[in-house]
């Protein structure tokens, strides 16, 4: 594999102490990956900044690992020797894991990325590869794999537009984790529709579920149906599709939803995005229905019945 696999930015430190923290765990990560180099740089890097890492070599050693002792999130390489990644992903969610999984590929066509998210992976990153980014998708995969919240906890609010945003858009939250600051309508807390948005935006919450555009979601039980058809979904569709949900009618830009789905915002030359809608919208669609996800070029997305 040629090119550098972990790029340090600005030659500083790797350790930043952003682990999510918890209340007396280190978060385990296992490793594997062919590449020696790779392998090593990686694990001192995810070493540094705060994690307990079992590095292994092949897909046969990730699984025996994995049956051994459950990780909190598993890194793996796409393409290793007898077992891959794709193959190791699948044999754990057939047995029912649902350990978040972070695939490394040097794959950069669309279906390849889709062939890993059908094996059940969480998210990925391509290689060469910022290990920031590493760091980043980590943090948000076990946010979302934290414990859910008690019983009859209300969710957390819609973040209202950010100042000076374009109508319609959410805005993004701020650096210490509040919501963004309201919009032109000076109104906290209310989100301004799209103008190409119909009727009141926003989910209709209905006891434990979400409804909107005819769908309905039950975040606790992770389930969500069209109509009477349950959907099949890994853990980043889920996580996209409740967003765009909650947030019925009002377009979301790229940088929200990169926020709040991964903690983190790749910048426009990041397909990632592009690449989880096209597979949602797959499993949403049906024959002779609207389409619900729409694009709006140039701002981002918005979850509408025409």
Known sequence: MSGPP????????????TVPPTASHTPTVLLAED??????????????????VTAVADGVEALAQAHRSRPD?????????????????????????RTPVLMLTALVETADRIAGLDAG???????????????????????????APPPGTAPGPVEPPARGAAPGTAGRPGR???????????????????????????????????????LRMDPRARRAWRGRRELEL????????????????????HSTIYDRIWGYDFGPGSKNLAVYV???????????APQLIHTVRGVGYVLRED
């Open 6 to 17: 972990v790029v340090r930015r600005g030659g500083g430190p790797w350790q930043t102490g």
């Open 35 to 52: 590449d020696r180099a790779i392998r090593n740089a990686l694990e001192r890097a995810l070493t540094l900044e705060g994690y307990r």
């Open 73 to 97: 999130v598993l890194v793996l390489d796409v393409m290793m020797p007898g077992i891959d990644g794709l193959q190791v992903c699948r044999v754990l969610r057939a047995e029912g894991d």
């Open 121 to 147: 992976a969480d998210d990925y990153v391509v290689k060469p590869f910022d290990v920031e980014e590493v760091f980043a998708r980590l943090r948000a995969l076990l946010r979302r794999a934290a414990p």
């Open 176 to 214: 210490s984790g509040t919501p963004g600051k309201a919009g032109a309508s000076g109104k906290s807390g209310t989100p301004k529709s799209s103008g190409a948005s119909h009727g009141r935006p926003g989910a209709a919450a209905t006891g434990r579920f979400v409804e909107a555009a005819g």
């Open 234 to 253: 890994t853990r980043t569709e889920f996580e996209l599709l409740e967003l765009l949900i909650r947030n019925a009618g009002i377009v979301l830009d």
């Open 278 to 288: 096209g597979y949602l919208r797959r499993k949403l669609d049906e024959p002779g």
